[in-house]
């Protein structure tokens, strides 16, 4: 299966720990969005990064929050002392190209205790 | 608020009948996505119709644009237990990459 791959499923955390989001992109695919989705509600944009490159981070907080998407390995999604808001599922999406179709993973879900 | 937001919010229907649903958007666009997502399930990508397009079929689905009403269709015909999922629509007002999604409609198909 070479559609996007997103570790773990679900994720618990207790408040003031740091969660670790990972994305494998699909192959071939240098480009990386990230998206939060809250119960009931649609995404909601965060970040976009390409190669070694944060191109777009509006709608990512600024604080605690952190994208990177390095030359080798998966795009990380970093959430540092959690709060119970952060609870959401996290989407990563890649594409061939900026106008191309976004294929997005199964998600993370995480949940703060 | 929102860019795109789909209506209705929830569709009930029967086994092979059609479920219509739509949506409206604020902006310009350059293209407009349709997702389906299971539940519990990431989204899958179903179309994209361009700015400069007005209708696109892909199997069982049939897409409508309207850029002056700033609205879009998406159709199911004939629809199965399997079509039952939340639908987004999706558009890229923003730059081309940074797609602002709507809260979806739930179809729910009874055998």
């Known amino acids: 299966n070479a559609g996007v791959m997103q570790n773990p499923r679900h994720l618990v955390r207790r408040r003031g720990q740091e969660a670790r989001l990972r994305c494998s992109p699909m192959?071939?695919?240098?480009?990386v969005y990230w998206y939060r989705q809250l119960p009931e509600e649609g995404l909601k944009f965060m970040v976009y990064?390409?190669?070694?490159?944060?191109?777009?981070e509006s709608g990512m907080p600024k604080e605690r929050f952190s994208a990177e998407f390095p030359k080798e390995g998966p795009s990380i999604l970093r959430i540092q002392q959690v709060v119970r808001g952060d609870s959401a599922a996290y989407f990563c999406?890649?594409?061939?190209?900026?106008?191309?179709?976004?294929?997005f993973g199964d998600g993370t879900r995480l949940s703060i205790l | 608020s929102q860019q795109g937001e789909e209506d209705p919010q929830a569709l009930s229907i029967q086994e092979g009948e059609n479920a219509t649903m739509n949506c409206s958007y604020k902006?310009?666009?350059?293209?407009l996505q349709w997702y389906r997502q299971n539940s519990g399930r990431g989204l899958v990508h179903l179309i994209l119709?361009?700015?400069?397009?007005r209708e696109k079929h892909s199997g069982r689905l049939r897409v409508t644009l309207d850029t002056s009403k700033k609205s879009s269709s998406l159709l199911i015909t004939a629809s199965r237990a399997a079509d039952t999922a939340s639908y987004f629509c999706?558009?890229?007002?923003?730059?081309?990459?940074?797609?602002?999604f709507g809260a979806g409609t739930t179809v729910t198909v009874r055998a």
């Open positions: 999706a558009t890229d007002a923003f730059g081309g990459y940074k797609l602002s």
């Open positions: 902006t310009s666009i350059n293209n």
């Open positions: 192959k071939g695919h240098s480009h």
């Open positions: 999406a890649s594409s061939l190209g900026r106008d191309q179709p976004q294929h």
């Open positions: 119709i361009r700015s400069n397009e």
């Open positions: 990064l390409q190669k070694e490159n944060i191109i777009d």
